[in-house]
């Protein structure tokens, strides 16, 4: 493997050198990712700092102020957008959703809290894992297969459309099981209440009103502004590992699920204020953090319990070349945000996510303190 380069930049907030956090930038670049870049917002200021590399088989360090794929972090963008829709009385948290998407035949005991906190109990259209080890596969979302489409665009009722072709995993509202199907329905659903795309409602009410110039809802484009560090897929095919740069990709296969692009600024300012109480009314952000028991999941949101006993938020994401943080204490004074890229460690599915809740637990630890009993996300 290709180690990446041990130097750091970081610029610190007066008085504010954070060693911790430097020392664990190091860490992390060493340890198999290509580069990382991280923000920390607190009381005491803002401190930013990168290591690694931009891109394979180049010095330059990751930009502290790049552009990046945020995963799943866009389901927290996608449930407020949809909040907002409630508290504006276009639908109620318990309506069914067919209510409003008859044409797809869903099950009427399906309602818009179940889809935003994942108990519809339907498939995800990128694939499932049960619990005895079997894989009832999705769109291809890994592999060969996975690179030759690369820029192929998916349409969200096609996705849609597939995940109901297929069994549900269980009866509406009676477990919790992670979706990316049913946050594709909020877009469709935002997209039928509003009269509008999803991309310029999302425009509309949350990124101009917050000032967030970095963040891009993509669609079916497959350009990621500058600056930016590069991400790599690396993987097998028949017997033989490759890597490939995957900065370039066409993210409409995850949809309102996990395609949006930002910056760790960017994501500071959407989630402080949103832990500031600014985007919803107090008792829609109380549902957003009242957490499923089986998960610590909301509505769009990850509760994690700290040693101390505080609580802070947070929803991470990630899929194939790229991993994102987005954590904030309750008040949103203290917000941690990150980018980090993968590059050409050759690691399974299962290794890299055990890689990423490494780094996880690093950067929390460093910056709210040491964790309790608390769970991290299930998938990027």
Known sequence: MEQAPMSLTSTPATGQDRPELSKALREIAGSGWCGVQVRVDDPHGVWTGSAGSARLGESAQPPTDGHFRIGSSTKTFTAVLVLQLVADGLTELDRP??????EYGLDRRITVRMLLQH???LFSFSGEVYEDGTIAPGIPWQGQEWVDLLFHTYRPEEL????????ARFEPGTGWSYSNTNYVLARLLVEKLCGRPYAQEMRRRILDPLGLTGTVVPDDSPELPEPHAHG?????DAGEWKTVDVTRANASWISAAGDMISTTRDLHTFFSALMRGDLLPDPLLAEMRTPHPTLGYGLGLFAQELADGSTIYHHNGGFWGWAALMYGSADGSTTLTASLTTGDARLEHAAAGEMFAVVQRTLVEAVFGPVGAGQTDPEG
């Open 97 to 102: 959703v067919d209510d409003h998407l008859p």
């Open 119 to 121: 108990t519809s109990g």
């Open 160 to 167: 849609v459309r597939l995940a109901l072709s297929r069994p």
């Open 232 to 236: 790599y897929y690396t993987y097998q």
